[in-house]
């Protein structure tokens, strides 16, 4: 999703956001942060961009990481609670990834250079957007808004 479109969101949402109270905007933004959350986890889970194309596929490993019971699935932890984390603050809330793991996110999500471990040999990374915002998000924000006026 562009900035564009995310602009487009924001000026949609804005006038219907100000006829609810600070508690009910807060509540609101804190569910659909958390539901945000769960779209990313599984969205990662299944190792797709938000664009919906997969995620570039890693290289080949050596046969002894190919034994079985010994098959890890990227990015396996940091779709979990404990490091993907619902962000709030006075302005609003925010899906990010944080602790040590934030750093292995942030080279994966723009294809940086880094060293495979401590002292070892450096490689560029492909790109593998692990956090953005789809179209279904978009409309999922939508729906959760209107609903959440429509029950008063």
Partial sequence: ?????????????APLLAC???AQQRKLTRTIAQDLRRSQATRIKAQKNPDGSAFAARKPQP???????????????IRMAKHLKVLKDGRGAA???LGRSARIARVHQYG?????KPGGK??????RVLLGFTEA???HIMDRLLEHLTQD
């Fill in 112 to 116: 940086l250079r880094d060293a495979v």
């Fill in 1 to 13: 999703m562009t900035t564009n479109s995310l602009q487009q969101l924001e000026e949609w949402a």
């Fill in 122 to 127: 450096v490689v560029q990374y492909p790109e």
């Fill in 63 to 77: 046969a002894r990481y190919q034994q079985p019971g010994n098959i890890r699935q990227m990015f396996g932890k």
């Fill in 95 to 97: 899906v990010g990834i």
């Fill in 20 to 22: 609810i109270s600070p």
């Fill in 137 to 139: 998000d978009r409309e």
